[in-house]
């Protein structure tokens, strides 16, 4: 859009084909949330991708430590920050690209979308996956409320303002 006062900004929604407010209760246009299953399953996808990944950083990381025989604790200081960077890159950069879903929720044919039906911003896209540490440390019921709530949001997606749609 022409004009727009965020066009500078680089953590902006970017535009999109879609109607605004097409995925609003109060539309006409049926919307299929995506279950609890395809969500989980799309979830253990996603994390065995993570696995492999940092399995594989993981290794390099060692194989570098047999030369310097760095401490336990700078392995860690230096591997930790690695995975959860890596983490939240797979997921805010996919969820927030033309795609808008990672690898496991395409697999599933699931879509993530702000309450209006546009794509995620990067900086949403953060927060939903920053978010998600708090559906964890409510023991999981911030997961396990999605069937129960009305757009079939997760603690995190209602925190972030997100929807997770049948594509």
């Not at 879903?101 to 879509?111: P, Q, S």
Request: negative net charge.
């Amino acid at each position: 859009m022409a004009g727009r006062d965020d066009d500078a900004n680089p953590f902006a929604a970017p535009e999109s084909d879609l109607e605004p407010g097409i995925f609003t209760p109060t539309s006409d246009k049926r919307v299929e949330y995506a279950n609890f299953g395809q969500r989980l399953i799309a979830a253990i996808v996603d994390n065995v991708i993570l696995q492999i990944v940092g399995r594989t950083i993981g290794a390099g990381i060692g194989a570098a430590n047999e030369s310097m025989n760095l401490e336990p604790l700078v392995i860690l200081a230096i591997s930790i920050p690695i995975g959860m960077g890596m983490a939240w890159l797979y997921e805010a950069l996919q969820e927030s690209s033309e795609a808008q879903a990672t690898l496991g929720k395409r697999m599933m044919g699931i879509i993530v979308t702000d309450m209006s039906g546009q794509r995620l911003s990067f900086g949403q896209a953060t927060a939903r996956y920053f978010a998600k540490i708090i559906s964890w440390m409510t023991c999981l019921i911030g997961y396990i409320i999605q069937p129960f709530t009305e757009q079939r949001q997760a603690l995190h997606d209602i925190i972030a303002k997100t929807l997770v749609v049948k594509a």
